[in-house]
């Protein structure tokens, strides 16, 4: 059963066309670049795929879940379990430390304490930030805020993680060290990556590209 399957997606804003029958799969473990020009569905595609958007029509269904089928309970209960998001802008809560940040998905499912603390501890060595365990967001470089982010996205071990534009806030080596990362946390864990992106350094850390113009995808499918 693919990870992700998305069937003949359509969405229209003010009756204009976005997305136009757009279908394709992830697999586990399958790392997929979503690249086009701005305003070529990109980010609807994400949204719809996230749960935070509805498509007019097709379908989406992650681990054998069909989003249309579910009220809104069962649509944010399976973006807690299988889903984890990794944002340009990093979304963290600035009141929280990077570790409290990390924990929140666990504290979400009712996960018991020593284990978030255990799994908490274990990805902020994992991506090289335990030193900063205690600080704010607002105390930390793009490039940490985007590690606890990572972080964050695959503490609850999701099936999907879902990336939209991840370095487009980072300078080049620490864009390149992020991607270096998130890659690494894919093939370790064996989750599905869908990753938006404009850069051709983070389309060589994808195995497949799904190429989009016009609310289509032309290639890649």
């Known amino acids: 059963m693919p990870v992700l399957e998305v069937e003949s997606l359509a969405k229209t804003y003010a009756e204009r066309p976005i997305l136009r029958g757009v279908s394709f799969k992830l697999e586990?473990?399958?790392?997929?670049?979503?690249?086009g020009p701005s305003g070529?569905?990109?980010t609807t595609v994400l949204n719809c795929v996230g749960?935070?958007?509805?498509?007019?029509?097709?379908?989406?269904t992650i681990a054998g879940q069909e989003l249309g089928r579910l009220d809104a309970d069962g649509l944010a209960q399976l973006r807690r379990e299988h889903i984890g998001t990794v944002f340009q802008f990093y979304h963290l809560l600035p009141t929280l430390s990077a570790a409290e940040n990390i924990e929140l998905p666990l504290q979400l499912l009712g996960v018991p304490t020593p284990e978030r603390e255990t799994r908490v501890r274990e990805l902020l060595e994992r991506v090289r930030i335990a030193h900063r365990a205690t600080a704010?967001?607002?105390?930390?470089?793009?490039?940490?805020?985007?590690r606890v982010a990572i972080a964050r996205a695959v503490v609850h071990r999701p099936t999907l993680i879902l990336a939209d534009e991840p370095t487009g806030s980072l300078d080049s080596t620490t864009g390149a060290q992020v991607l270096d990362l998130l890659a690494e946390i894919v093939q370790e864990t064996q989750a599905a990556l869908l990753l938006v992106t404009h850069s051709?350094?983070?389309?060589?850390?994808?195995?497949?590209v799904l190429r989009m113009q016009d609310g289509q995808i032309l290639e890649g499918a």
């Open 40 to 42: 070529s569905g990109k």
């Open 28 to 35: 586990r473990g399958e790392r997929v670049a979503l690249l």
């Open 136 to 146: 704010l967001p607002g105390q930390l470089s793009g490039g940490e805020m985007q």
């Open 51 to 60: 749960g935070v958007d509805q498509a007019n029509s097709g379908s989406i």
């Open 200 to 208: 051709s350094e983070a389309v060589k850390h994808c195995q497949r």
